[in-house]
């Protein structure tokens, strides 16, 4: 029997442990090392991550809201001829073949909370426990069952889509891996959106996200490590209102304090429509009234929003041809969702969830 739950992993790991893992440079959390020098099953769930084949799943991990509206995205693009991989429309899903995990951390969103309660570790353990089932062949039917014997697919690609899951998860997993000789693709949009603005030629560089996020400076964390120029990161999190447009106003108004131009504005977020964004930027460009001519002072003539679905999604494209990692099945990209929960005894374990509980229970509180 094998349960998804952190506390159960840690209690087998410690007591049954007889493997020599080096600890890695930078410090990981206990979990990584216990699951490390396990003997009871758990350590070959996470090296067998290296041998799951191109016919493995794309898992998408974090908060729902995120996850469901990434995975969606990723199920109804299509911006690419999937012959040549060259940007054109060719009626055929970009990802046709692909079956992509929607793991739906329930249990643990919204994740601002750790951020609050200043307990970041639990948020690293809950995505190493994440991506071990992302990995693993088995998922409960009903939170009350005492055994995993439903069959799923094992992931071949992680999508951290949450960014504070992605700074506060992929760290830790991919130490895991190393320790145990897995091997797997892991995204974090985060790191993702920051190389794409860098690489578009981006000097000064925002981005619009929320409070708890702001304040937990995983933007700030992972652009100090990857930022090797004179590049410039701002983080502001704009007013909330009903109107997308006075957001944007508001987080102009605050970027001024910068005193410099400003090059591109990655959102942090899946649910921020763009087009009235382009809108109220064309708008700008007119310098209609003072207040735009001030802005627009401040916007390059390039100039670009890089929304985090959209980029995301060009990476893992990108990224799944370079390695040859698409399935090459004929059908339709599906999406399988699966929910964590609590049992009858109090431990965490993911559930299979049905496409219409998750459109009752998620997708109509999408904005």
């Not at 080096?22 to 009871?40: E, G, H, Y």
């Not at 990434?70 to 060259?86: H, K, P, S």
Request: aromatic share 8%; with cysteine; proline share 4%.
């Amino acid at each position: 029997m094998r349960k998804i739950l952190i506390p159960t992993i840690l209690l087998l790991a410690m007591v049954q442990s007889c493997h020599n893992v080096q600890a890695p440079p930078r410090p990981t959390i206990q979990l990584v090392m216990d699951l490390s020098s396990d003997t009871t099953g758990l350590r070959e769930i996470v090296s067998g991550a290296a041998s799951v084949s191109k016919d493995g799943s794309i898992a998408i991990l974090g908060d729902p809201q995120d996850v469901i509206a990434l995975a969606r995205r990723f199920q109804g693009i299509d911006r690419m001829d999937n012959v040549n991989g060259r940007v054109r429309n060719d009626s055929i899903p970009d990802f046709a073949g692909e079956t992509f995990d929607a793991i739906l951390d329930a249990a643990n969103a919204p994740y601002t909370h750790f951020v609050r309660e200043n307990t970041l570790d639990s948020l690293r353990e809950a995505a190493v426990g994440g991506a071990f089932f992302a990995w693993d062949s088995t998922c409960y039917r009903l939170s009350t069952d005492h055994e995993a014997f439903l069959p799923k697919q094992r992931a071949k690609i992680l999508v951290f889509a949450s960014s504070l899951n992605a700074e506060y998860g992929v760290f830790d997993v991919d130490t895991l891996l190393q320790l145990t000789g897995g091997k797997s693709t892991l995204i974090s949009p985060v790191k993702v959106l920051l190389e794409d603005a860098l690489a578009g030629g981006a000097k000064s560089i925002a981005v619009w996200t929320n409070q708890d996020v702001k304040s937990s400076r995983t933007w700030e964390k992972e652009f100090g490590r990857i930022n090797e120029g004179d590049a410039t990161l701002a983080v502001i999190s704009p007013a909330p209102a009903l109107d997308v447009r006075t957001m944007f106003r508001d987080f102009m108004r605050q970027y001024q304090s910068e005193g410099r131009q400003l090059d591109a504005i990655i959102i942090d977020d899946y649910d921020t429509d763009i087009a009235p964004l382009l809108s109220e930027l064309a708008l700008i460009r007119r310098e209609g009234t003072d207040e735009d001519a001030a802005m627009n002072r401040i916007l390059r003539k390039n100039f670009r929003f890089i929304p985090t679905a959209e980029a995301t999604i060009s990476y893992t494209y990108r990224l799944m041809r370079e390695k040859n990692l698409f399935s090459h099945r004929i059908s339709r990209p599906r999406v399988k969702y699966y929910e964590s929960g609590e049992s009858g005894d109090g431990s965490i374990v993911f559930v299979e969830a049905a496409s219409s509980y998750v459109l009752d229970a998620y997708v109509s509180k999408i904005r």
